[in-house]
């Protein structure tokens, strides 16, 4: 079975300072991982994802995640936080081996960017 | 990116009463949709899953019969949750993958629903 684990409820950062959010996995297969952002009643926004290729993976509004395979991890980062960062930050996986479309989803992580 | 809207994005309904939410992908063909639910504060949960023009599948401690979902054409699904109770009050989130883009899934904005 695939799972995800975000190991930490609430991050908090000082604006300016560099952010990372955790996230590791576990699959049979090979992963496919995904970061989504949340706000506030609103759905999923895509951030970045891996799926082959560089380990270091660039996405949307300066948010970059590197994968490492020997930690099954997925850590979402960006050098710089804003304020306008904080939101409720999701990492998924999916086993495309194994269990086709299906996503997994990790319990979320509040960030909280502080000016 | 490919659009994925759900309407309503809001409803309120009294206790015993049908309440249907329509997911849409606006600029792709949608093979398969996605039905999540998420309570305050928590991670999605993944209801169902829908193939155009077959029955859906349902995850384990999902009834199909309370939460009826029908994917009759490649840009439209639709929840409908029977007879509501206020257990059932909850935030659905859509999302619909495409052969196009096999590897992503693309969410809608979600539908905010209270059962009174």
């Known amino acids: 079975a695939q799972s995800v684990a975000q190991p930490e409820d609430q991050v908090n950062v000082a604006e300016g300072n560099p952010l990372t959010v955790k996230c590791t996995y576990s699959v049979s297969g090979n992963p496919y991982l995904f970061w989504y952002v949340q706000y506030p009643n609103r759905g999923l926004q895509f951030l970045l994802k891996y799926i082959t290729g560089d380990n270091l993976v660039k996405g949307s509004y300066g948010f970059e995640a590197e994968f490492n395979k020997s930690q099954t991890s997925f850590h979402l980062k960006k050098p710089s936080a804003l304020v306008s960062d904080s939101a409720l930050y999701f990492c998924?996986?999916?086993?495309?081996?194994?269990?086709?479309?299906?996503?997994?989803f990790g319990p979320g992580t509040r960030l909280s960017v502080l000016p | 990116g490919a659009v994925v809207s759900q309407h309503p994005s809001r409803v309120i309904c009294k206790s015993g009463t049908s309440v249907k939410i329509e997911c849409r992908s606006l600029d792709f063909q949608a093979t398969t949709m996605f039905w999540y639910r998420q309570f305050p504060k928590q991670s999605l949960m993944l209801m169902a899953t829908?193939?155009?023009?077959?029955?859906?599948?349902?995850e384990q401690g999902v009834e199909k019969d309370k939460f009826l979902i029908n994917h009759a054409s490649l840009t439209l699904s639709t929840l409908t949750v029977t007879s509501a109770h206020p257990e059932d009050s909850s935030f659905y989130i859509c999302?619909?993958?495409?052969?196009?883009?096999?590897?992503?899934?693309?969410f809608g904005p979600g539908t905010r629903l209270t059962v009174l």
């Open positions: 829908s193939n155009e023009g077959s029955k859906a599948t349902y």
């Open positions: 998924a996986v999916r086993d495309m081996e194994n269990y086709g479309q299906n996503f997994v």
């Open positions: 999302s619909a993958a495409g052969l196009a883009s096999y590897n992503e899934q693309f």
